[in-house]
Structure formats: structure tokens, C-alpha cells
């Protein structure tokens, strides 16, 4: 229960770390010459955080490993048990562990290492073996196998407790690395140099509007971003669009402002942030059938736009279907979208959810993960499966399946994600679908009847190209569906 509520508080730092980052920046107006960055005492004071964080985590990793038999010594605490409680009451007791206290030791420990291996041919052996030795046979094999049962009971508890412990420090170890890559964005950003700034307030003063500071920060991938303080001269509103225009024609790369910003310039000074355009888009769609009988769909999934120029799609199917798989579904993608706009990468996010799912009581319940990333800079996309269906590409007259073979959240402490990448070029579709699609087709060819499908839909929208594969998958199953179905797909274009 403990480490419930520390995974719990783990993931309210997470969302309060980055609405924290959004209200730094909104009241930094003090002036480039008043700050030294690298020595910035708020950049210091979260990278003590990340350390304290860090160190948290190293002192949960330090816990013993993981158990699968008994030790020797608490083998040897048993037999003193049986000894204590059972055997110094027999009349017999001075002859077994006086005599033969040796053999007698050694009888009773081998007798627990077979009871715990449950090799039944050899505890029948050592029964018979037993038999003319101890009188009180039936008494201690009764004793020893409730002794055994207690000590697998205590041995899975602690080995649960150990997993809860791991799970706990791969959260706090990316909260830690969440800390420094905050101290990175919010401080380590400058002034832009003398004669970039009065190129650009000079053609801003031409559209009416006043700059006070302008910063400019590089982030680790090569791509930059402004920050600006910008006012109107004129009384009334101009679009952040016309300042973005400014910035692109001077630093060389189209800019646009911050999807998450402010979109218009007002009479007071505010602070904008504008970021390089991206080279693609993504359309998508979306088509579902919910379970013959059932009336809540187990399914469910987002697709977003990141400020960093991801597209985020996640599709997830609960174990099962209706409300509770619905709800199961639905917290798992809402949880990963949430850290995923936090600044985490897809397999981190599916890595920490995995550990919150490991903690909970869940009764077996379990849910699917399926991700598909696309950078709308370059096209890339990747891909990220937890027992997830297969997914499919389409590119003209052609289609290439991305499957996995990996076991959904929620079943393993330390899971296994298939991931892979794929470049993807204008007009490419993404479809992803669940295990109620696939299954409705022949079981010994699904993958390529879905491949035939997809190839004879010739349509040129995403929700059009759902809805087509849809209707013919349900061609094979006589219009009834057997399990939750739903198809994501997704085009590529130009921007």
C-alpha cells in the first residue's frame, strides 16, 4: 500500500513538474543582463531535486533480488520449529535428537527441500522412507506442510513487495531525469546576439508591434526556439502569425507560435514562444464496433499533436469487454498521453504505466498498448507494442505488417516492448486494430487477408479507409462481432 501511494504521488510530480515549467516561463520578464544561466540558483535548486531524486531511486534498487526457493537457513529455522514444537513432546525425543540428532536433521530438511521442489515421486519415497522411523509421521507431515505453506506465502508476499520496490524506483528515477531536462529548458536558454534583435524590432515595428526581450534556446536536437516579450503600439490585437513570419525571414527557418501559447498580441506585454514549423501533418479516423450483445466498448485510444512535432497515437484494448474494460482502456491511454506531453518518450511512459499497473491489486486484469509515434519533421515513425495486434503501413499498392510478439501491461514487472521504426513518405496510411479485428478473419492467414483488404479499400481519407476495412472485415465474421473491434488510421502529407 505504500508503494501504491509513493507511485501515485510520483505521477502527480510528473503533472505538476511540467505545469510548473509553463508558469516559470510565463514570469521570467526580469532582463537577459540581470541573469547568469549557468549559475542560475533555480537551475542549481532542481538539480539538487533530480540528485535527491536519484539517490531515492538507487536506495529502492538496492533491495535484495527477487526469491524462487527458500534459503538454507530458513529451511533451518523450520526444522527447529518441527523440533520445538512437535518432536520435544514425543517420548522418543531423546533417541531422535539426542542419539541421532544428525540423521534426524538431515531427514527433516531434505523432506522440506522435496515438499517445496513438489517432487511427489520422491515425497512418496521419503514417506515410506520415513515409515518404522518416526511414530508421529502423520503429526509431522502435517506440521512441516503448513510450515512449507506459510513460508511460500511469506516468500511470494516478499517477492511482490520487492517487485512494488522496483517499480517505485524506475518512477522516481524519471522523475529525476524529468528534473534535469526541466533545468535544461527553463534556464539554459540566452539572449539573441545584437544585430539579430534590432533586425527583428525594426520589422516588427513596421506591423505595430514592440519587443522588449527576446531569447532564443537550442534544444538537444539541433531545433530552436524564440521567446519573446511582445506588445502592440497601435490599441488593438495582431495575430502572433505576423511576429512568427518576422522571426522565420531572419533566423533562416519557417516559425510558427507555440501550439500551446498565445495566439494574439494585446495592448500589454506577453510572453510568446515560437517554435520551426513541421514538414508533415497527420489526418486520422477512426471506426469501432462494439462486442455482439455488449453496449460499452472495451477499446479505446487518442491521437495528438505534441509541441515537439510528435504525433502521438495509442490504442489500447481492455481485457474483456464493457464498462470495466472500457475504464481499464481508458486510464492507461490518458495516463500515457499525459506523461507523453510531459516530456517522456513513448517507451518510457508505457514502462512507467506498466510499474503502476504491477502495483495495483488487479485481479489478472490487464490491458494492450499499442503506440505509433511519427516525428512530423522527418516522417520517422515508432513503433512501441505491448501484446498489441499488428499494424500495417500502406503505400500505394503495397502493405507491410509491424507485429509483436510482447505481453500486454499489467502481466510482468519488467516488460519486454517490441519496438521498431519505419521512415514513412507523403500519402502513407498507418492502420492499427485491435485483436477483435484480426480474429474475425481465417485464423491461418489473417495478416494477409487484412493485407488484401487494405489494398482493395482505395480511398484517400483516413476515416474513409477505417470505415472501408471495417465493412469488409465484418464480411467474415456474418456482421456480428465476436470481441471489441476498432481500426485507427492515420495519412502522412505534406504540410
Given at each position: 500500500?505504500?508503494?501504491w501511494?509513493?507511485?501515485?504521488l510520483?505521477?502527480?510530480?510528473?503533472?505538476?513538474l511540467?505545469?510548473?515549467?509553463k508558469?516559470?516561463f510565463?514570469?521570467?520578464?526580469?532582463?537577459?543582463?540581470?541573469l547568469?544561466?549557468?549559475?542560475?540558483?533555480?537551475?542549481?535548486?532542481?538539480?539538487?531535486?533530480?540528485?535527491?531524486?536519484?539517490k531515492?531511486?538507487?536506495?529502492f534498487?538496492e533491495?535484495?533480488?527477487?526469491?524462487?526457493?527458500?534459503?538454507?537457513?530458513?529451511?533451518?529455522f523450520?526444522?527447529?520449529?518441527?523440533q520445538?514444537?512437535?518432536?520435544r513432546?514425543?517420548?522418543?525425543?531423546?533417541?531422535?535428537w539426542?542419539q541421532?540428532?544428525?540423521?534426524?536433521?538431515?531427514?527433516?530438511?531434505?523432506?522440506?527441500?522435496?515438499?517445496?521442489?513438489?517432487?511427489?515421486?520422491?515425497?512418496?519415497?521419503?514417506?515410506?522412507?520415513?515409515?518404522g522411523?518416526?511414530?508421529?509421521?502423520?503429526?509431522?507431515?502435517?506440521?512441516?506442510?503448513?510450515?512449507?505453506?506459510?513460508?511460500?506465502?511469506?516468500?511470494?508476499?516478499?517477492?511482490?513487495?520487492?517487485e512494488?520496490r522496483?517499480?517505485?524506483?524506475?518512477?522516481?528515477?524519471?522523475?529525476a531525469?524529468?528534473?534535469?531536462?526541466?533545468?535544461?529548458?527553463?534556464?539554459?536558454?540566452?539572449?539573441?546576439?545584437?544585430?539579430?534583435?534590432?533586425?527583428?524590432?525594426?520589422?516588427?515595428?513596421?506591423?505595430?508591434?514592440q519587443?522588449?526581450?527576446?531569447?532564443?534556446?537550442?534544444?538537444?536536437?539541433?531545433?530552436?526556439?524564440?521567446?519573446?516579450?511582445?506588445?502592440?503600439?497601435g490599441?488593438?490585437?495582431?495575430?502572433?502569425?505576423?511576429?512568427?513570419?518576422?522571426?522565420?525571414?531572419?533566423?533562416?527557418?519557417?516559425?510558427?507560435p507555440?501550439?500551446e501559447?498565445?495566439?494574439?498580441?494585446?495592448?500589454e506585454?506577453?510572453?510568446?514562444?515560437?517554435?520551426?514549423?513541421?514538414?508533415?501533418?497527420?489526418l486520422?479516423?477512426?471506426?469501432?464496433?462494439?462486442?455482439?450483445?455488449?453496449?460499452?466498448?472495451?477499446?479505446?485510444?487518442?491521437?495528438?499533436?505534441?509541441?515537439?512535432?510528435?504525433?502521438?497515437?495509442?490504442?489500447?484494448?481492455?481485457?474483456?469487454?464493457?464498462?470495466?474494460?472500457?475504464?481499464?482502456s481508458?486510464s492507461?491511454?490518458d495516463?500515457?498521453?499525459q506523461?507523453v506531453?510531459a516530456?517522456?518518450?513513448?517507451?518510457?511512459?508505457?514502462?512507467?504505466?506498466?510499474?503502476?499497473?504491477?502495483?495495483?491489486?488487479?485481479?489478472g486484469?490487464?490491458?494492450?498498448?499499442?503506440?505509433?509515434?511519427?516525428?512530423?519533421?522527418?516522417?520517422?515513425c515508432?513503433?512501441?507494442k505491448a501484446?498489441a495486434?499488428?499494424?500495417?503501413?500502406?503505400?500505394?499498392?503495397?502493405?507491410?505488417?509491424?507485429?509483436?510478439?510482447?505481453?500486454a501491461?499489467?502481466?510482468?514487472?519488467?516488460?519486454?516492448?517490441?519496438?521498431?521504426?519505419?521512415k514513412?513518405?507523403?500519402g502513407?496510411?498507418?492502420?492499427?486494430?485491435?485483436?477483435?479485428?484480426?480474429?474475425?478473419?481465417?485464423?491461418?492467414?489473417?495478416?494477409?487477408?487484412?493485407?488484401?483488404?487494405?489494398?482493395?479499400?482505395?480511398?484517400s481519407?483516413?476515416?474513409?479507409?477505417?470505415?472501408g476495412?471495417?465493412?469488409?472485415?465484418?464480411?467474415?465474421?456474418?456482421?456480428k462481432a465476436?470481441?471489441?473491434?476498432?481500426i485507427?488510421?492515420?495519412?502522412?502529407?505534406?504540410?
Amino acid at each position: 500500500m505504500q508503494e501504491w501511494i509513493i507511485a501515485m504521488l510520483v505521477i502527480s510530480v510528473l503533472l505538476i513538474l511540467r505545469d510548473m515549467a509553463k508558469t516559470i516561463f510565463s514570469e521570467m520578464k526580469k532582463s537577459a543582463a540581470a541573469l547568469a544561466y549557468d549559475q542560475y540558483p533555480q537551475k542549481e535548486k532542481m538539480q539538487r531535486y533530480a540528485e535527491s531524486f536519484q539517490k531515492l531511486a538507487n536506495s529502492f534498487y538496492e533491495t535484495p533480488y527477487r526469491k524462487e526457493y527458500l534459503s538454507s537457513q530458513e529451511l533451518e529455522f523450520m526444522v527447529e520449529e518441527v523440533q520445538q514444537e512437535l518432536c520435544r513432546r514425543c517420548h522418543l525425543n531423546q533417541v531422535c535428537w539426542k542419539q541421532h540428532s544428525i540423521q534426524s536433521y538431515q531427514r527433516i530438511y531434505d523432506l522440506l527441500r522435496i515438499m517445496e521442489e513438489q517432487d511427489e515421486e520422491a515425497l512418496r519415497k521419503a514417506r515410506a522412507d520415513l515409515t518404522g522411523i518416526c511414530v508421529n509421521q502423520g503429526k509431522l507431515m502435517q506440521e512441516l506442510q503448513r510450515l512449507m505453506e506459510r513460508e511460500r506465502q511469506n516468500l511470494i508476499w516478499n517477492n511482490k513487495l520487492l517487485e512494488n520496490r522496483m517499480a517505485v524506483a524506475e518512477q522516481l528515477q524519471e522523475v529525476a531525469q524529468l528534473m534535469k531536462t526541466l533545468s535544461r529548458d527553463l534556464f539554459d536558454f540566452v539572449e539573441v546576439d545584437r544585430q539579430f534583435r534590432e533586425e527583428v524590432e525594426k520589422a516588427l515595428k513596421k506591423k505595430q508591434i514592440q519587443v522588449g526581450n527576446l531569447w532564443v534556446l537550442e534544444q538537444p536536437d539541433g531545433r530552436i526556439r524564440y521567446y519573446a516579450e511582445l506588445r502592440t503600439t497601435g490599441g488593438g490585437c495582431i495575430s502572433a502569425t505576423e511576429a512568427a513570419q518576422v522571426l522565420s525571414k531572419f533566423s533562416g527557418t519557417r516559425m510558427i507560435p507555440k501550439i500551446e501559447g498565445k495566439t494574439l498580441i494585446g495592448k500589454e506585454y506577453s510572453l510568446m514562444g515560437f517554435g520551426e514549423a513541421v514538414n508533415f501533418k497527420m489526418l486520422y479516423g477512426a471506426a469501432k464496433m462494439t462486442k455482439d450483445k455488449e453496449t460499452i466498448s472495451g477499446d479505446n485510444y487518442t491521437c495528438t499533436t505534441e509541441e515537439n512535432g510528435q504525433f502521438f497515437m495509442c490504442l489500447s484494448d481492455g481485457m474483456g469487454s464493457g464498462l470495466e474494460a472500457c475504464k481499464e482502456s481508458e486510464s492507461i491511454v490518458d495516463t500515457l498521453e499525459q506523461l507523453v506531453e510531459a516530456g517522456f518518450s513513448g517507451e518510457t511512459a508505457a514502462r512507467m504505466v506498466n510499474s503502476v499497473l504491477n502495483l495495483r491489486n488487479r485481479n489478472g486484469r490487464f490491458s494492450t498498448v499499442d503506440i505509433s509515434m511519427v516525428d512530423l519533421y522527418s516522417g520517422v515513425c515508432h513503433f512501441l507494442k505491448a501484446g498489441a495486434a499488428t499494424t500495417f503501413i500502406k503505400r500505394d499498392h503495397w502493405v507491410e505488417a509491424i507485429s509483436s510478439t510482447s505481453l500486454a501491461l499489467g502481466l510482468v514487472q519488467q516488460a519486454d516492448f517490441q519496438t521498431a521504426a519505419k521512415k514513412l513518405y507523403e500519402g502513407d496510411f498507418l492502420i492499427m486494430v485491435t485483436d477483435g479485428v484480426l480474429d474475425a478473419l481465417p485464423s491461418e492467414c489473417a495478416e494477409e487477408t487484412m493485407k488484401e483488404i487494405i489494398l482493395q479499400t482505395n480511398v484517400s481519407a483516413a476515416q474513409e479507409l477505417g470505415r472501408g476495412i471495417l465493412e469488409r472485415v465484418l464480411t467474415y465474421s456474418g456482421y456480428k462481432a465476436e470481441d471489441d473491434m476498432t481500426i485507427l488510421t492515420a495519412g502522412l502529407w505534406r504540410n
